[in-house]
C-alpha cells in the first residue's frame, strides 16, 4: 500500500482521534490554576469584550454577505467534507465518460473538511452551513486574540484594543464568510498560540499537551502552519529562564543571530519548496518579492494604519514588555515572509495581520498612557476616531463585498437540491460546485462534448441528465478557465434542452437545463 492509499484510508480516523484527544486534554486542563492569570481583569473588562464580541460577530453573521470568494477551492473543501461522511475518505468525485464514478484524493488539507464534516453530520449538506461555521470561528477568534494578549502582556486595555481591531478590520470580516482556509487557520493559530502561552506561564503538563495536540491539528488545516513548531522553540529559548542550562543561556546571548539566520534559512527553503510547483520562481524571486511587499504590507496593516501605529513602539517602549515584543515580532515576521512570495489574495493577510494589530494595539495603549495626563478621557477620543474610520472602511467594504457572480453561484448551488432529482447527472464546467452539496452525478462539459454518445447513454436508460449554465459562461467568469465559454455555447448548440430553472440576482442569471438528446446537425 502505497502513502496515498495509506493517507487516503486512514487520514480521516487520524483527525477523530486527534479530535477525541484534543477533547480529552481540555477536560483534564486544571481551570482553577489556568483561569488564576485572568482572575484580575475587571467586571467591565469582560463587559467590553462581550460587546465588541456581540459587535464583531453581528457584522460576520447578519451584516456582511456569505458566499464562495474562491472557486473552485470552497467547493472541493466541501466535496471533501460530504465523502469524509459517506466514504470515510477526503475524495473529490466525479463521473467519468464510462459512467463510472472516479474519485480523487484531494490534494488540499484535510482538516477544515472534517470539521465541516461534522457540521454537514449536524445541519445537512448546505453551502451556508460552512459559511457560518467559519462565520462563528472568526467570532471566536475576537475572545481568542483578547484572552492571548492578555495572557501575555497583563494588561487587559491591550488585549482590548486587539480584540476591537480584529472585530472592526474589514478584511478579517470578509473572509469569515468564506469557506476559505485562512480563517479556520487563524482561529486554530490563536488557540494554539493561547495554550502556548499557558504553558509557559503555568508549567501545567495538560496545556502543553493542548499545544502539542494542536500544533499538529493547526497544519492539518492549513500546512504552512507547521512554521508555528520552529517559531514556538525560538520563544521557548528566549522565555525559558533556567541559567543552569548552558545550552539554553548560549542560544539567549546569541538570540539576534539565531533569528536572522532562522529567516534566511526559512526564505531559502520557501523559495526551494515554491519552485516544485510554481517553475521558474527561483529566476524571478527578487521581483516577486519586491512587486508584492508594500502591497502585502497594506493589507496586512489596514492600508499601513496598524503598521504606523506598530513603529511608534520604538518609542514607547517598555523594558517590562521586551520580550513579549519580540514574541509577537517574532510571529509576525515570520508569517510575513513566509506568505509574502505566495501572496496573491488578501486571505494571506490575515495570519501576519493579526500581530500587526496585536503591535499597533500595544503601541496605541502606551499612547494614551503617555498623554492621560493632558488629556484624561484620550482613549475615549481614540476610540470614537477608531471607531468612525471603521465606518467608513467598513461602508466601503460592505459596498464592495459581495460579487454577484460568485454570489449567484453560491446560491444556485444550494437551490438545485429542490430542482433536480438525486441520482440525476448533472453536466457543468465543475461539478464539485454542486456534487459538493448534493447527491447527483456531476459530469464535465469538457467530457460530455467530446463524449456526445455519453448523453445518449444515460437517456437510453431512461435516467435524467441535465445542464449547468453557470458561472463559467457568462461574460465575467467566476474564475479563470480557458475555453470555458466557448464550451457553454457548444453545449447548447450540440444538445436538445428544455428549461427548468433561472436564478437571477441583478443583471446576472444562470440557467438549468433539462437535456433530451442530441441536436441533429
Not at 486534554?25 to 469584550?49: C, D, E, M, R, T
Not at 484524493?105 to 465541516?116: E, G
Not at 468612525?388 to 463585498?401: D, K, V
Not at 460568485?406 to 465543475?430: D, R
Request: proline content about 4%.
Amino acid at each position: 500500500m502505497d502513502l496515498i492509499a495509506i493517507y487516503k484510508n486512514y487520514i480521516v480516523l487520524i483527525l477523530y482521534i486527534l479530535l477525541i484527544a484534543i477533547v480529552v486534554a481540555f477536560h483534564s486542563v486544571n481551570f482553577k490554576n489556568i483561569l488564576k492569570p485572568f482572575s484580575q481583569i475587571k467586571k467591565k473588562g469582560w463587559v467590553y469584550l462581550l460587546l465588541i464580541f456581540i459587535l464583531g460577530s453581528a457584522l460576520r453573521l447578519f451584516v456582511f454577505p456569505h458566499y464562495h470568494i474562491m472557486y473552485v477551492d470552497e467547493p472541493s473543501y466541501l466535496e471533501a467534507a460530504k465523502n469524509i461522511n459517506q466514504k470515510f475518505q477526503p475524495v473529490i468525485c466525479e463521473y467519468g465518460p464510462d459512467l463510472n464514478e472516479n474519485c480523487r484524493v484531494s490534494p488540499k488539507p484535510p482538516a477544515w473538511p472534517f470539521l465541516i464534516s461534522i457540521a454537514f453530520k449536524l445541519f445537512g449538506l448546505n453551502n451556508y452551513v460552512a459559511l457560518y461555521l467559519s462565520s462563528i470561528l472568526g467570532s471566536l477568534s475576537i475572545i481568542l486574540v483578547f484572552l492571548f494578549v492578555y495572557l501575555l502582556f497583563k494588561n487587559e486595555k491591550i488585549a482590548l484594543w486587539s480584540s476591537f481591531f480584529l472585530a472592526l478590520t474589514p478584511v478579517y470580516i470578509i473572509w469569515s464568510n468564506s469557506a476559505e482556509t485562512n480563517n479556520p487557520s487563524l482561529f486554530f493559530v490563536l488557540l494554539t498560540l493561547l495554550f502556548f502561552v499557558l504553558y509557559l506561564k503555568t508549567q501545567e503538563k495538560p496545556a502543553l499537551v493542548m499545544t502539542a495536540l494542536l500544533l499538529i491539528f493547526a497544519p492539518l488545516v492549513r500546512f504552512e502552519n507547521i512554521i508555528l513548531i520552529p517559531v514556538f522553540f525560538l520563544i521557548y529559548i528566549k522565555f525559558y529562564k533556567n541559567h543552569k542550562n548552558k545550552l539554553f543561556s548560549f542560544l539567549n546571548s546569541h538570540y539576534t543571530i539565531i533569528i536572522f539566520f532562522a529567516l534566511i534559512v526559512m526564505v531559502i527553503l520557501e523559495w526551494y519548496l515554491i519552485s516544485f510547483f510554481r517553475r521558474n520562481f527561483l529566476v524571478y524571486a527578487i521581483d516577486y518579492y519586491y512587486l508584492n511587499i508594500f502591497h502585502f504590507l497594506k493589507e496586512v496593516s489596514f492600508n499601513y494604519i496598524y503598521l504606523f501605529l506598530a513603529a511608534l513602539i520604538i518609542f514607547f517602549r517598555n523594558k517590562g514588555y521586551g520580550d513579549k515584543i519580540v514574541f509577537i515580532f517574532i510571529l509576525f515576521i515570520s508569517f510575513f515572509i513566509l506568505y509574502l512570495p505566495i501572496y496573491s489574495e488578501s486571505r494571506m493577510a490575515l495570519a501576519p495581520g493579526i500581530f500587526v494589530i496585536i503591535l499597533s494595539a500595544y503601541s496605541l495603549e502606551k499612547i494614551c498612557n503617555f498623554f492621560m495626563k493632558y488629556l484624561p478621557r484620550i482613549r475615549i477620543f481614540v476610540l470614537l476616531m477608531f471607531i468612525l474610520i471603521f465606518s467608513f472602511a467598513l461602508s466601503q467594504a460592505h459596498r464592495n463585498a459581495e460579487d454577484v457572480n460568485k454570489s449567484l453561484e453560491t446560491e444556485s448551488a444550494a437551490q438545485i437540491q429542490g430542482i433536480i432529482p438525486e441520482g440525476c447527472y448533472v453536466i457543468s464546467e465543475f461539478p464539485t460546485v454542486l456534487n459538493s452539496v448534493s447527491n447527483i452525478k456531476g459530469l464535465r462539459t469538457l467530457e460530455a462534448l467530446k463524449n456526445a454518445t455519453v448523453v445518449d447513454e444515460i437517456l437510453d436508460k431512461n435516467e435524467c441528465i441535465y445542464y449547468f449554465y453557470d458561472g463559467y459562461c457568462t461574460e465575467l467568469v467566476i474564475s479563470p478557465v480557458e475555453n470555458s465559454k466557448k464550451r457553454c455555447k457548444d453545449m447548447l448548440k450540440k444538445f436538445h434542452y428544455i428549461e427548468e430553472a433561472r436564478f437571477k440576482k441583478n443583471d446576472t442569471e444562470y440557467l438549468i437545463f433539462r437535456i433530451n438528446g442530441s441536436a441533429k446537425v
